[in-house]
């Protein structure tokens, strides 16, 4: 069993080790006490000691086993050994099969060694055992003791079923694995997909939030002169767009994080708000975010110097109000693609699990209001069915391959050697036919994914009355015996068909069965055994079949343990991957800013720029375009080319420029690289502008060609460094005319 378990494998194995154990010394106990109280032997006192000790080791074995496992092993071994060498004073002198609590103790011992130990070591443990069993035996000397030969059959065969139901149960979790671990990396390419594009839109969120809203402040001359808190601003801007800080962890105080926010803003605010706060601190991220952008919006468009904070948190969610008393605005009229409502407010809210809304008119102020609601669990339920569903089919499979096997590699052969000995052979052959018939029907629902519905209570029924009639045609004599060879194993079959039941169910059709069995053979007369060596000999049986229903009961608590250490499992193994791959993506998103963005904001932090300085704040001005048509790009649109510049355009008119924009022709698709490229002169020229511009398109089979005319200064046009773009500018009057052209090759 090469290679690293997976969680179902994991915890059925540790699952099905602990009950082992615990099944094991519980039947230990009850043929132990019944030997006790039934049966009389060489030394009464000496029985009476042996059982307790053997229980008492048995019960701490089972309590050791998790915590210290096989170093026990061989001690136990050792143990169970020496009980078998007892033989000669602690089984009935007169015991003429050798069924004894001695071979009960062996039998469930071998059944629990399957689920603990490795191959080779069960094999090793169960031949040591066996030979101790037969030494033993022999000292006792017992007129029967060759009888114990079958019996040690039979122990063998249990062994081995018990490995097979083992191998075949394990397989079964370990295909349950294979099925979770395929959804797990569907999801885990799912949440790394997501991620990442969350992460893009979270960090031009922040890019709009920080450095964009910076740079226009400056370039519209919003701020004209160097302030305290203009340069911590550019500082933290510059940090925030440069630096791969990890996810937020653990929980914050949100009052003093937005606190924090709004003391860097020339406003002032007055709160509505407790002394703190506790939520996630993503969540207090995503909040503080939308506050920020809120608060920076009353700087740049209310017209007034003051707004206020109300903050609350219920038992399901905290709401985070943000209002002024300024000009206002009609949200209807803003355009899907305005950055500082639609995507930095509402999109980063829901994005985080929550929900923004703006709440204004024109003359009547505005009202943002942000909503995180904490009600959000994650649902293993499907990974809890998927191994239920496996492994519990597994286990079904195992059973009809054992009962098979018992049918014919055990009960045709005693079948076959008694012949001669029933009443009606006609009902031994009819039993073995309906029984296997049975089983055969159990396999073909499972082999078409069908549950048996109402019809196991039927098959249940001619189980029964089968198994009766097959006793009836044993003389009374033999019953019991090696003859009768339906007495335990018919249970195999009403195993299988209430294997889906609670373990209560299963114990209760078992124990109706062997009753119905015993009160046949006791009201024919003599059996073929003793009560105690009935006792014990179904306790053999009995307990193996009580410990397949035992490992269906432990099914579902294994599924859930084992979908819950997945999810786990797989939350860090996708963490990690979402973290290598938002590395990569934020280092290549900041090479598009470390040549331009990055020395402004840093000559702003350090206070060498003088913000009144008209050349800075074109320049400025320009940069805080190309940033605008940074957070305009977007894969999804049809025409990415005119959305970008729609952008640059609904930029400079809100900065009070008359802005004509006209596009004609049919364009072919222009490389991001390319978009850039082309399209720079005219950011710049819209950035830059007094008064007035007209931004055209025009479109050719393998040619695009961008031209702008504005009121702006001819010094700022952008040299290209791209051969395969042509620019032309000209300054006529005034007028700053410049085109620049691709040409598809």
Not at 82 to 92: F, G, H, I, R, S
Not at 182 to 190: C, H, L, P, T
Not at 357 to 362: A, D, H, T
Not at 615 to 631: M, T
């Amino acid at each position: 069993m090469g290679g690293e378990l997976g969680s179902t494998e994991r915890e059925l194995l540790r699952a099905g080790a602990r009950y082992a154990v615990g099944l094991r010394a519980l039947m230990s106990a009850v043929a132990g006490m019944v030997s006790i109280a039934l049966e009389t032997t060489a030394a009464p006192v000496l029985t009476v000691f042996v059982v307790i000790g053997l229980v008492a080791w048995t019960v701490y074995y089972a309590h050791q086993f998790p915590r210290r496992g096989r170093l026990l092993v061989p001690l136990d071994v050792t143990i169970v050994c020496a009980v078998c060498l007892t033989q000669l004073w602690t089984v009935p002198t007169g015991s003429a099969h050798g069924i004894t609590w001695v071979i009960a103790v062996i039998g469930i011992t071998v059944i629990a060694y399957a689920w603990q130990l490795s191959l080779v070591a069960h094999a090793a443990a169960t031949l040591t055992v066996m030979a101790a069993f037969l030494v033993g035996a022999m000292i006792a000397d017992s007129p029967g003791w060759l009888d114990v030969l079958p019996l040690q059959l039979w122990t063998v065969v249990e062994g081995g079923l018990s490995r097979a139901l083992y191998l075949l149960v394990r397989r079964g979790a370990r295909d349950a694995d294979r099925a979770v671990a395929r959804s797990e990396q569907a999801r885990r390419d799912a949440a790394v997909a997501e991620a990442r594009r969350a992460d893009e839109r979270e960090y031009l969120a922040a890019l709009h939030d920080t450095a964009s809203a910076t740079l226009l402040m400056v370039g519209s001359g919003v701020t004209g002169r160097r302030t305290e808190w203009l340069s911590a601003q550019a500082a933290r801007d510059l940090d925030a767009i440069s630096g791969d800080h990890a996810s937020p962890a653990g929980e914050v105080d949100l009052v003093a994080h937005l606190r924090d926010v709004a003391r860097h803003l020339p406003l002032t605010v007055h709160w509505d708000a407790p002394g703190f706060v506790t939520v996630p601190a993503a969540d207090a991220v995503a909040l503080a975010g939308g506050v920020r952008e809120a608060l920076t919006n009353v700087v740049r468009h209310a017209g007034v110097g003051e707004a206020r904070v109300h903050v609350r948190r219920d038992d399901d969610s905290v709401v985070v109000e943000v209002a002024d008393e300024g000009t206002g605005f009609d949200p209807a009229r803003v355009n899907g693609h305005r950055y500082g409502v639609t995507r930095s407010i509402v999109e980063r809210l829901t994005r985080a699990g929550g929900s923004a809304e703006v709440i204004s008119r024109p003359g009547n102020g505005t009202r943002v209001r942000l909503t995180r609601p904490f009600a959000i669990s994650t649902d293993t339920a499907g990974d809890v069915e998927t191994i239920k569903s496996g492994v519990d089919t597994a286990l079904r499979w195992s059973v009809v391959v054992m009962n098979l096997i018992i049918l014919f590699g055990l009960d045709l052969p005693r079948l076959v050697a008694n012949q001669e000995h029933y009443s009606s052979l006609a009902t031994q052959v009819l039993t073995l036919v309906v029984l296997t018939a049975v089983t055969l029907v159990v396999a073909w629902h499972l082999w078409r994914k069908r549950p048996l519905g109402l019809l196991r209570w039927p098959l249940v029924a001619v189980v029964f009355v089968i198994s009766a009639l097959c006793t009836e045609a044993v003389p009374p004599g033999l019953r019991l015996g090696l003859a009768h060879w339906s007495e335990g194993d018919a249970a195999w079959t009403l195993l299988l068909l209430v294997l889906d039941y609670r373990v209560a169910v299963m114990a209760v059709l078992l124990a109706a069965h062997y009753a119905m069995t015993f009160t046949q053979t006791a009201l024919g007369g003599d059996a073929a055994i003793t009560v105690a060596e009935a006792v014990n000999a179904t306790v053999v049986v009995f307990s193996y079949q009580l410990a397949v229903g035992v490992v269906t009961v432990v099914l579902r608590p294994v599924a859930i343990t084992a979908a819950a250490v997945t999810y786990r499992e797989e939350r860090l193994r996708t963490e990690r991957a979402v973290a290598e791959q938002v590395h990569r993506d934020r280092t290549e998103r900041y090479a598009a800013l470390a040549d331009s963005t990055a020395p402004l904001l840093a000559a702003l932090a350090s206070g060498e720029a003088d913000p009144g300085d008209p050349v800075f704040r074109r320049a400025c001005a320009v940069e805080a375009g190309r940033v605008r048509r940074l957070l305009a790009e977007d894969t999804s649109v049809p025409d990415q080319l005119s959305h970008e510049l729609r952008a640059c355009v609904e930029l400079a008119e809100r900065n009070g420029i008359t802005v004509h924009f006209a596009e004609r022709g049919e364009r072919p698709q222009v490389p991001k690289s390319v978009r850039r490229a082309l399209t720079d002169p005219a950011v710049a020229a819209l950035a830059t502008a007094a008064s007035t511009a007209r931004v055209t398109v025009v479109g050719a089979a393998d040619e695009v060609t961008v031209s702008v005319v504005a009121d702006a200064p001819a010094e700022l046009v952008p040299m290209n460094s791209d051969p395969a773009i042509k620019v032309t500018a000209a300054d006529n009057g005034g007028k700053l005319w410049i085109k620049t052209t691709w040409r598809r090759t």
